[in-house]
């Protein structure tokens, strides 16, 4: 069956829609599952709404995230599923340069080349105002 092989649009959207799917499912585990430990571990703790208290330096960048997230901390782990969630359409957009690029479409792959390149900079952009 010629069909089957090579990418077609369906079986593109099919991929794209399972890769959406799974990230944010993922994203979602991982978050229920880091603010399970938060909450066994703080969830008694008194609360002061007088005072805004902002997250940890820790967690304002990806190696402070991991670092708390492979220690186990709650907020490392949460703060872990958010990146996850933040990647989920960045992956998307650079599977879509693959895909269109193997069904020869150079404008699709130009187009989504620089979406990507337009992603990338917000979110490298972002990680540096933050530190």
């Known amino acids: 069956m010629a069909s089957d092989?090579?990418?077609t649009d369906r079986r593109m959207d099919l991929v794209i829609g399972n890769l959406l799917r799974?990230?944010?499912?993922?994203?979602?585990?991982?978050?229920?599952?880091?603010?399970v430990i938060y909450l066994v571990r703080h969830g008694r703790s008194p609360t002061d709404y007088q005072v805004f208290r902002g997250e940890p330096s820790d967690?304002?960048?990806?190696?402070?995230i991991l670092r708390?997230?492979?220690?186990?901390?709650?907020?490392?782990?949460?703060?872990?599923?958010?990146?996850?969630?933040?990647?989920?359409?960045?992956a998307r957009v650079a599977f879509s340069i693959f895909g269109f690029a193997e069904e020869h479409d150079r404008m699709y792959v130009?187009?989504?080349?620089?979406?990507?390149?337009?992603?990338a900079y917000s979110l490298i952009g972002s990680t540096w105002s933050l530190g």
Do not use: E, M, N, Y
């Open 110 to 119: 130009v187009v989504a080349s620089i979406v990507l390149l337009v992603l």
């Open 5 to 7: 092989r090579g990418w």
């Open 59 to 64: 967690l304002r960048s990806v190696r402070g």
């Open 68 to 90: 708390d997230a492979l220690a186990l901390r709650g907020r490392g782990i949460i703060q872990l599923g958010l990146l996850f969630l933040i990647a989920t359409p960045v």
């Open 22 to 35: 799974s990230g944010v499912v993922l994203s979602a585990l991982i978050v229920l599952f880091g603010a």
